[in-house]
């Protein structure tokens, strides 16, 4: 199994190796592919962090730090929400009606998020955004089934999701190879920063939560 890891391991730096040289040399077309990046793998549950940091560094090493980040940034502010609509309307589609029928009633914690964010609206969604501890991807799905208004699904989105865009590009262009993320070794302040973040927004829905569950 350690064997397979590290094979697997292996495989991904070098794939991700060609791509950071293709990109150098193909910068519009490169472009446009990191943008396909998130549209294709963001709905089938790939850690949108790891496209953000894989951006930061592709970017940083073409343009510099300040003006890579920045450019990268512009492109993932756009994105980003775009694609987790995408997932939204997708389970909105899909799977609304089944949860509706065949779990609120018996997943308890689940109907006191539906219940919070029918009392709270969009500030309880920013904050669910912001908690890292909830998986990006798999909250997309989980608040389609909910009654969240899509128009606060995609602000919460662009509002939450800020902190964590602007510290995985912060990771990703001070990278100097790319398997530092990879193998997580490129733990730094930002890492500190997102955990206290983290511990700080998970006691707050909490307290949200275990309020509407309690009615």
């Known amino acids: 199994m350690i064997t397979f890891s590290a094979l697997f391991i292996r495989n991904i730096i070098g794939v991700l190796n060609d791509y950071n040289g293709w990109h150098r040399n193909n910068e519009l077309l490169g ?3 990191y943008i396909l990046l998130f549209l294709v793998l963001v709905p ?11 951006g930061g560094f592709v970017y940083g090493g073409i343009y510099g730090k300040v003006a890579g980040f920045f450019i990268c940034f512009a492109i993932i502010i756009i994105v980003y929400p775009i694609t987790s609509l995408i997932c939204f309307m997708i389970g909105r589609r899909f799977f609304k009606k089944y949860i509706e029928e065949n779990v609120y009633e018996k997943v308890r914690v689940i109907k006191a998020i539906s219940r919070s964010i ?4 969009l500030k309880i969604l920013i904050l669910m955004r912001m908690n890292y501890t909830m998986p990006w991807n798999a909250l997309n799905y989980v608040m389609s089934t909910t009654n969240c208004m899509v128009s606060h699904f995609y602000i919460s989105t662009l ?4 902190p964590y865009m602007i510290v995985y590009l912060i990771t990703g262009v001070n990278l100097t190879r790319i398997e530092q993320f990879i193998t997580g070794k490129a733990a730094g302040i930002q890492d500190i920063i997102l955990f206290v973040l983290t511990i700080v927004v998970t006691c707050v829905v909490l307290y949200i939560v275990s309020k509407e569950s309690k009615k």
């Open 159 to 162: 509002v939450g999701s800020i």
């Open 118 to 121: 029918d009392a709270s609206g």
């Open 44 to 54: 089938i549950a790939y850690p949108p962090a790891h496209i953000m940091a894989i």
């Open 31 to 33: 472009t446009f592919f």
